[in-house]
Structures are given as structure tokens and as C-alpha cells.
């Protein structure tokens, strides 16, 4: 059974680096799109963007200048890092696991809920 | 505001159907993409419901059912359960190079 696990802190301080890894269990981490997704407090999903195999990376335009996700297959795991956090990045962050165009996210992380505050 | 619409809220009594519209526009669903679907039970990661406008995956009961027709798509669930009573996303790719959300659709089971 595919896991995703994910870890990061859940505090962040204004103008810093927001950071939170993917760890995958259960199945292999080539062939996929590995996604990030957000949701502010009480709002809805925002997809962030996707890397697959390893050398391919797409974001969504409104985050593209602040957002970097890179994926280290040794390890079975893929990062999200966002850039000049403000208060407006305060939500729950999901990894998950995509196929393409036709198969949506099949498999999801817990949920982080980062806090952009001083 | 999001590329897809979908109604804030839908409510029926259980064992009724209800549906659920998401409208996008010939950038996303009118250009062919498949809509995807997914259910946010309180405090949990979105689950996948439908995949490619009509598919469930293995384990999704069969009241689910979803359908896409020119720039729209819905999710019908017939036979409602208290338990489906959670938040509703459709899911669709979009021409400008990325993939969008609805605005979510809360189920209530009266």
C-alpha cells in the first residue's frame, strides 16, 4: 500500500523559507507526477505544481518565482520549498501522487498545517 | 475566485440523489481534459472519488457517478448517506499550463 508521509515545521517566520518534505513508502517513486497542493484556513485546494522524473518541474504561475520542488529518489522523497513567506502562505500543505491528465491524485500526504507568524 | 465553478452548497435527506455541477470554460473541460473528483471528510486529505470524468477507483462505492458534457461536469450521488455529508472538489487541467480546482461544494445530509 503507497504512503505518503510528510514532514516540515509547522511555523514559519515572515520573509523566510517555507520547507516540507514527502517521504514514499510502498511503491516506486519513478514514473509519477509528485505534487504539492495547498488550502488556506476555511478556504479551498490550490495546486502549486509537480515534479516528474526527476528533471521535469511545473508551477503554478502566481507562486513560479518563489517555489522550487525537487525530488531525491535514493532517499524516496520529494520537497516543496517556498521562498519570501508571507501570511497569505498560512495553509494545510498536501503532497500527493499524480498519473496525468486522466487519473487525477490517487494518494495523499496528512496535511501540514504551516503558520507564516513572527 | 477559481476556474472552475461549483455551488457552494448542496442538501438532501438521506437516500435522495443530489448532484453537483462544476463549469469551467474551453480553456480546461470544453477543451477535452478529463474532471476529476474528490471528498474532504473534517480535518482530513482530500480522497479521490472520480477520475476521468466517469471512473471510480477500487473501494468508492457505486452511488458515486460522475459525468462531462461540453464545458461542465457533475457528480451524482444517489442513495445519500450521513456519512457522505463532507466537502466536494472537481479537478480539471487547464490550457494555460496548469492544473485547477473548484471552489468546493459542502454536502449536507438533513
Known amino acids: 500500500q503507497v504512503q505518503l508521509q510528510q514532514s516540515g515545521p509547522g511555523l514559519v517566520k515572515p520573509s523566510e523559507t517555507l520547507s516540507l518534505t514527502c517521504t514514499v513508502s510502498?511503491?516506486?517513486?519513478?514514473?509519477?507526477?509528485w505534487t504539492w497542493i495547498r488550502q488556506p484556513p476555511g478556504k479551498g485546494l490550490e495546486w502549486i505544481g509537480y515534479i516528474y522524473y526527476s528533471e521535469t518541474t511545473k508551477y503554478n504561475p502566481s507562486l513560479k518565482s518563489r517555489v522550487t520542488i525537487s525530488v531525491d529518489t535514493s532517499r524516496y522523497q520529494f520537497s516543496l520549498k517556498v521562498k519570501s513567506v508571507t501570511a497569505a502562505d498560512t495553509a494545510v500543505y498536501y503532497c500527493?501522487?499524480?498519473?496525468?491528465?486522466?487519473?487525477?491524485?490517487?494518494?495523499w500526504g496528512q496535511g501540514t498545517l504551516v503558520t507564516v507568524s513572527s | 475566485q477559481s476556474v472552475l465553478t461549483q455551488p457552494p452548497s448542496v442538501s438532501g435527506a438521506p437516500g435522495q440523489r443530489v448532484t453537483i455541477s462544476c463549469t469551467g470554460d474551453r480553456s480546461n473541460i470544453g477543451a477535452g481534459y478529463d474532471v476529476h473528483w474528490y471528498q474532504q471528510l473534517p480535518g482530513t486529505a482530500p480522497k479521490l472519488l472520480i477520475y476521468?470524468?466517469?471512473s471510480r477507483p477500487s473501494g468508492v462505492p457505486d452511488r458515486f457517478s460522475g459525468s462531462k458534457s461540453d464545458t461542465s461536469a457533475s457528480l451524482a450521488i444517489t442513495g445519500l448517506q450521513p456519512e457522505d455529508e463532507a466537502d466536494y472538489y472537481c479537478q480539471s487541467y487547464d490550457s494555460s499550463l496548469i492544473w485547477v480546482f473548484g471552489g468546493g461544494t459542502k454536502v449536507t445530509v438533513l
Open positions: 476521468g470524468s466517469s
Open positions: 510502498g511503491g516506486s517513486i519513478s514514473g509519477y507526477y
Open positions: 500527493a501522487r499524480g498519473w496525468g491528465y486522466s487519473y487525477g491524485y490517487d494518494y
